[in-house]
């Protein structure tokens, strides 16, 4: 990197970390600006007019004005936190901004990573649950974790204690990937017995949060948390959760983000089976097993990716209009997934590797590969990266 | 009874056991044919063209005829049974024979009954589940059956091991009526281990079935007789229930027959909660207390009764038309209760004396009945009889 380029980074970046701390600025209010300028520094630079032509309102502006040539001292500690190797900040026009969580209206304008910023674009289920769960509740916690991390999905959750930390060991147990979502600023140990616990977080996965660096454990930030919990997920598992508790704003914000709800039933005299019962009534997914979410999960993967349904429904009418083939009824791969195959190779590539090799958008390369993940044709390793895997019986 | 009316008496009993015998006959097809006809006695002598003419197929033609002049001793042998004071056979003319099963297509010809036969005829839950249930959902058969026995429904179930019993034995201790639809002969002593519940469910309720006396316990009758317990009920609770068992017949055929299908959740590690599980995932109405099903009956109750609903909302309509009127928001009883609490004064009364007195029909007294206990207003007592609550604060 030369000296000019690094130059820039740096203004950039300070940029960004100055536009995350707009008061009321979240995607969608950004997304016209940043089409707009170009850029978080351009954004910064504009003209008050310009910046009400695309939707910024009054007090926004205002803030905007008030930050020029301003320096702030927390913005500097960031960046020099952002020099060790773990440290990103990831804002919302990077590639590595995670594109189901660009999704949600409120998703935040950047977000600080320790760890891998990769994994954040892998396909995630959601576990989280009581801070106060009944062993019973932990057990399955791990135990669901486990099994899906082994089957290829990230596993999100709060790192709370109780059913949070339960899903992330169990993730970390099966040598998945896991993803903490902080309520805090990823420097502040927070809850501090779970310090080795994040520490493992980011060695298989990452840490991610919005808040500035120091930000304290505020009541108010958790209920923020949740909707980049869920706004990561393709669903969200409640495991065992009282009424009236966070796990239910979570479940709620996933209902309204668009993702599936999953939840585990139980006696109907544990209290923490109270949550998941008022969610079951509500229409949320009944789970008794991992499979139940697997199978759940394949079927989304497909209504995420609508581009991709139409290319192998193209593909299947072609292959049914050929009268000698059987394609129709054969388990044979639709022409897209084999394209992604033959671009994949039996070397680790990550998502942006496949989507400049096969020219597909990159939600629907991430799609195909959970697919074709699900039916044991590739294997992923840490650092979003995915592997081949050799059929043993070939068919 | 004259010498000539018990003559007509026994012939036209010795009729309908006759009936009941006639290979694929129930209530729908009957129906016809009594309607025609008028008695079972004439059905019995009517020429085959008139019957072919009211929907009866050539079988049961043939078979109508082979019974002519035929004696039978089976029948001989019911008679004598029926002698027996706590003995009945409730045809299906008889204003005895449940209206909620009458409602349904295959319903019964007739049925057997050893205990009191207007208890048939009062709003009632049935509750099911396995013969080895666990300890936890045996103690819910019982409490969620004492419960609701005791706010006025009648409990319907199997007489079977396991959470039937437990059912049974809830309403009993609870001083609840509680209802046997048995799969055997009333006089065969199945399961024999159940002979004092029996006993004491004839005391304080009803054992009915639909089969010859002298019918042991055949496995395939189990299914029929399943037909009857959702049929007699507003609706169906499942407390503990495997995969593919009994339990779960007798709740697809409650949601065939319209009925609500009511299941308690548990441990996704209680192979028992499977089955109940399964019936949430097609829609059953998950339980956490007696209450919730409460509140859903009372619902149901009014949906029941479609002409009495229609009443109302005129009584509602005039009370909006009277300016000084604040009928419509006032918590005061609708007009056609007030008429039935008139009729039923503090004398215990039953359904028929109650339609007697009000010009109502039997199925909207029933379930105006049924609202007035919920609230509180009234009380029923042993045989079907209701009385008036004395509230002690008058607001």
């Known amino acids: 990197m030369t000296f000019v380029t690094l130059v820039t980074h740096v203004t950039s970046l300070s940029s960004w970390l100055t536009l995350l701390r707009a008061p009321g600025l979240h995607a969608a209010r950004l997304r016209p600006l940043l089409d707009r300028f170009g850029s978080a520094d351009a954004i910064l630079a504009a003209a008050p007019a310009a910046l009400r032509e695309y939707g910024a309102g009054a007090a926004l502006v205002d803030w905007l004005q008030s930050q020029r040539g301003h320096s702030d001292p927390a913005i500097d500690a960031e960046l020099r936190w952002l020099e060790h190797e773990a440290h990103h900040f990831v804002p919302l026009d990077s590639e590595n901004y995670p594109p189901l969580l660009a999704e949600v209206s409120d998703a935040p304008v950047g977000l600080f990573v320790r760890g891998d910023p990769a994994v954040l674009s892998l396909p995630q289920l959601a576990i989280v649950g009581s801070r106060n769960p009944t062993a019973g509740g932990r057990d399955n916690a791990t135990s669901f974790a486990a099994h899906l991390a082994r089957r290829g999905l990230a596993i999100t959750s709060g790192l709370a204690i109780g059913i949070d930390a339960a899903a992330h060991q169990g993730a970390l147990a099966a040598e998945g990937i896991t993803i903490a979502v902080c309520g805090t600023g990823l420097d502040v140990d927070y809850p501090s017995a779970h310090s080795a616990l994040a520490a493992a977080i980011a060695q298989r996965g990452a840490l991610v949060s919005e808040f500035p660096l120091g930000m304290p454990a505020l009541?108010?930030?958790?209920?923020?948390?949740?909707?980049?919990?869920?706004?990561?997920?393709?669903?969200?598992?409640?495991?065992?959760?009282?009424?009236?508790?966070?796990?239910?704003?979570?479940?709620?914000?996933?209902?309204?983000?668009?993702?599936?709800?999953?939840?585990?039933?139980?006696?109907?005299?544990?209290?923490?089976?109270?949550?998941?019962?008022?969610?079951?009534?509500?229409?949320?997914?009944?789970?008794?097993?991992?499979?139940?979410?697997?199978?759940?999960?394949?079927?989304?993967?497909?209504?995420?990716?609508?581009?991709?349904?139409?290319?192998?429904?193209?593909?299947?009418?072609?292959?049914?209009?050929?009268?000698?083939?059987?394609?129709?009824?054969?388990?044979?791969?639709?022409?897209?997934?084999?394209?992604?195959?033959?671009?994949?190779?039996?070397?680790?590539?990550?998502v942006d590797t496949l989507v400049e090799r096969t020219g597909f958008a990159a939600d629907e390369v991430a799609a195909m590969l959970l697919i074709l993940e699900l039916d044991g044709r590739l294997e992923s390793r840490p650092g979003g990266r995915y592997v081949r895997r050799v059929l043993k019986a070939a068919k």
Chains 1, 2 share one sequence.
């Open 219 to 350: 009541q108010a930030n958790f209920p923020r948390r949740n909707r980049i919990i869920s706004g990561l997920a393709l669903g969200t598992l409640v495991v065992e959760a009282a009424l009236r508790s966070g796990s239910l704003i979570t479940a709620r914000l996933a209902a309204e983000q668009g993702r599936e709800v999953f939840a585990i039933p139980g006696s109907i005299h544990n209290p923490l089976a109270r949550g998941c019962h008022q969610l079951l009534r509500q229409g949320a997914q009944l789970v008794e097993t991992g499979d139940d979410i697997f199978a759940e999960l394949r079927a989304l993967v497909g209504a995420l990716a609508p581009a991709l349904q139409a290319a192998v429904a193209d593909d299947r009418k072609s292959s049914a209009a050929a009268p000698e083939s059987s394609a129709a009824d054969a388990p044979v791969l639709d022409k897209a997934y084999e394209i992604l195959l033959d671009a994949l190779g039996f070397e680790p590539a990550g």
